[in-house]
């Protein structure tokens, strides 16, 4: 093995990693520290290689590949995190618009973007979850695997990859739906309510006085619904890690 080899398979070592740091919100997130995510790439890397093997020798030419494969199935795993949280943040927008909060918005630390509050306390609470519930063990777990399922190399891209990527989209809409559908349905009824009232009392302004009520029993219901949000991501977390390994394996 040459001084190339050794340098190029240290290097690849790194790429799955910082893959996941960059992907995964409580491993690395947009402003966290750039010194806390190297180390924490390094400390990801330094484990892998007592496990992961590597190539004794790797083209030149076709290096950029290797690296390619890498980064895409260090994100692929990392999708498994994101869809909770993106998950999360489509049940905050919809529940946000059908309280009347969605013009409330404030900066999210996790992607730096403009977020409504709603989807910015689910998806930080489902993070905490994640963390309360040892999820990121399962990452690493599953970043472990993934050197003895799909060893550093070249690899081809599979033919489910798009059936894969459809199915991650539609667990983040079933997921979402499902954390937010107790307020949704319970508005429902109040809109409802609210169009009977109006059909009774014509002169009544239902738009003004049925503003506050929606407010209210939103966020009531909402604060009732938080305790459940446990049970939905544990239910979910064999799932998109799954998907995630499916993902992965489009890349073989």
């Given at each position: 093995m040459t001084g190339f080899d050794l340098v190029a398979g240290l290097a690849l070592l790194l790429v799955r990693p910082g893959m996941i740091v960059i992907g995964t919100p409580f491993f690395g997130a947009l402003h966290a520290p750039t010194a806390v995510r190297v180390g924490l790439t390094l400390m990801l890397a330094v484990l892998m290689a007592m496990t992961a093997p590597v190539p004794p020798s790797l083209p030149a030419t076709g290096l950029v590949v290797v690296v390619l494969r890498e980064a895409a199935i260090g994100l692929a795993i990392a999708m498994a995190v994101r869809v909770l949280v993106g998950a999360a943040e489509f049940a905050g927008h919809f529940i946000a618009y059908q309280i009347g909060l969605s013009l409330g918005s404030l900066i999210d630390p996790q992607s730096g973007v403009r977020n409504n509050v709603l989807a910015l306390l689910y998806a930080n609470v489902v993070v905490v979850l994640c963390l309360a519930t040892n999820v990121h063990h399962t990452l690493i777990r599953a970043l472990a695997d993934s050197y003895t399922a799909l060893p550093i190399g070249f690899g081809a891209i599979g033919g489910t990859l798009a059936d894969t990527v459809a199915d991650l989209l539609g667990a983040v809409f079933v997921i979402g739906l499902r954390i937010a559908i107790p307020v949704v349905a319970v508005l429902l009824l109040i809109e409802f309510g609210l169009g009977l009232l109006a059909r009774v009392a014509p002169a009544l302004n239902v738009?003004?006085?049925?503003?506050?009520?929606?407010?209210?029993?939103?966020?009531?219901?909402l604060a009732a619904s938080l305790v459940g949000l446990p049970a939905v991501v544990a239910r979910f977390v064999p799932t998109v890690f799954d998907l995630a390994a499916r993902l992965a394996a489009g890349f073989r």
């Open positions: 738009i003004v006085a049925g503003a506050p009520v929606r407010i209210v029993v939103g966020l009531l219901v």
